[in-house]
């Protein structure tokens, strides 16, 4: 059974810092990996979807990468900005005929300025 | 292009009443799902339609619930009765059908319904 794991749950930085969210999965057996973002009270934005055969994806100041054999993913946010603060979500589609999606948690990020 | 939509965006009902949840997807998407954030779990899958047929409803918690999809196009969700645990935040995506060569069958989301049930 394919679980998903984000960390850290939480994160305040101080505007300007890049850092990293962390996904991980159980089941390396997965057909893409997308990020998302969620802002309070809102509905869920796609940010970047890496197929399993990509290594990483790019779209301005984010990079998603992808190790599928060690069932890991990481979000690098360069030069932070408080309108990054959100909620991150990481979700993987399984191999099978249904794309369903798995869900991490999330990491709840706060940039302060 | 219009995104997915979802109506109401919100839904306050006492327990024992039902309630109907509707998903319109992005035209053209034959793959429809549903999903249900409830508060402090991670985001579940409900069900998946393929056009007008239910691919995968391994997700739907009981038969209170009842998705269909008529002609393909939009989507109803009803909750009958709804009991206390089925409130949260209903999710609806879409995605075209896959290609034989290549097709990310990225899932495009629409804002949520929050359903209380009281």
């Known amino acids: 059974k394919q679980e998903v794991t984000q960390i850290p749950a939480a994160l305040s930085v101080p505007e300007g810092e890049n850092l990293v969210l962390n996904c991980s999965f159980t089941?390396?057996?997965?057909?893409?990996l997308q990020w998302f973002r969620q802002d309070p009270g809102k509905g869920l934005t796609s940010l970047l979807l890496?197929?399993?055969s990509q290594r990483e994806q790019t779209s301005g100041r984010l990079n998603a990468s992808l190790d599928k054999s060690s069932g890991r993913s990481t979000l690098y946010i360069a030069a932070s900005q408080p309108g990054d603060s959100a909620t991150y979500l990481c979700a993987v589609s399984g191999a099978g005929n249904n794309r369903k999606l798995i869900w991490g948690l999330g990491t709840s990020l706060a940039v302060n300025p | 292009e219009a995104g997915v939509t979802q109506f109401p965006s919100h839904s306050v009902i006492e327990k024992g009443q039902t309630v109907t949840l509707r998903c319109d997807p992005i035209s053209g998407h034959d793959n429809l799902y549903w999903y249900r954030r409830v508060m402090g779990k991670e985001i579940k899958f409900l069900l998946h339609f393929v056009k007008e047929s239910k691919q995968d409803e391994s997700g739907m918690p009981n038969n209170r619930f009842l998705a269909e999809r008529t002609g393909g196009t939009y989507s109803t969700l009803k909750v009958q009765p709804a009991e206390l645990e089925d409130s949260g935040v209903y999710f609806c995506?879409?995605?075209?059908?896959?290609?034989?060569?290549?097709?990310?069958?990225?899932?495009?989301f629409g804002p949520g319904t929050r359903l209380t049930v009281l």
């Open positions: 089941d390396s057996a997965i057909y893409n």
């Open positions: 995506a879409s995605s075209p059908r896959g290609l034989a060569s290549s097709s990310y069958n990225e899932q495009f």
């Open positions: 890496i197929q399993s």
